[in-house]
Every structure is written in structure tokens, then in C-alpha cells.
Nanobody, 121 residues
Framework: VQLQASGGGLVQAGGSLRLSCSASGTIFAINAMGWFRQAPGKEREFVAAISWSGGSTYYSDSVKGRFTISRENAKNTVYLQMNSLKPEDTAVYYC???????????????WGQGTLVTVSS
């Protein structure tokens, strides 16, 4: 499974960005996709996840109500709509996927390259 993330950039606080992650390869076994992020000097943390079949979602408390994860099955693509961005959202965002939803939340099997999101104050 290969994951290709895009959509990062520089935005002012309060602004919005949408990240995209396209999956290719042996994707029939994938049941969950999501996003993690790593800020400078910090450990990588979970952001959001979505199940591929039922579309159930899960968010970290830090982004709940501001970020929305969605999927477009026909394009094998997951999106992360980020609104009301804060400087503390600045990080490299990574797309991830796994055969199991529970595994995705803990230690995803597949990772994409990161895309940098910078929020200026």
C-alpha cells in the first residue's frame, strides 16, 4: 500500500486548509485510514481516523469540532478539512492506513510521507 499526502502549506491563525491522502497498491484489505501529526520537538500524535466501510470517525480532543475527516471511496482518497487553525496545529501531518481500525489508532501499518502545515499567529 502506498499513501500520497498533499495539501499542506502556510496559513494564518483562524484560516483553513484541506489535506488529501490517496491510496494505491494492495488497498482492498485496508479498512481504516487516518492522520497523525508531529510538531517540532514533540512525539507523533494521533489526529483523526475514519473507517473505510461504515465511515465512522474518531478525533483527538485537540482537534474535535475544528477538523473533519472524510473519504471518497471511488478515488481511494481521504481528506482532512482543518478549520479554525491555531499556531499549535503547526506540524508535519502524516497519512496512515491499516487493515484494522483499532490498529490504526495505535500503530498503523502503512504510512505516507508527511506534508507540512504551518499556522502563523
Amino acid at each position: 500500500v502506498q499513501l500520497q499526502a498533499s495539501g499542506g502549506g502556510l496559513v494564518q491563525a483562524g484560516g483553513s486548509l484541506r489535506l488529501s491522502c490517496s491510496a494505491s497498491g494492495t488497498i482492498f484489505a485496508i479498512n481504516a485510514m487516518g492522520w497523525f501529526r508531529q510538531a517540532p520537538g514533540k512525539e507523533r500524535e494521533f489526529v483523526a481516523a475514519i473507517s473505510w466501510s461504515g465511515g465512522s470517525t474518531y478525533y483527538s480532543d485537540s482537534v474535535k469540532g475544528r477538523f473533519t475527516i472524510s473519504r471518497e471511496n471511488a478515488k481511494n482518497t481521504v481528506y482532512l478539512q482543518m478549520n479554525s487553525l491555531k499556531p499549535e496545529d503547526t506540524a508535519v501531518y502524516y497519512c496512515a492506513a491499516d487493515e484494522l481500525y483499532s490498529s490504526l489508532l495505535a500503530t498503523p501499518r502503512y504510512w505516507g510521507q508527511g506534508t507540512l502545515v504551518t499556522v502563523s499567529s
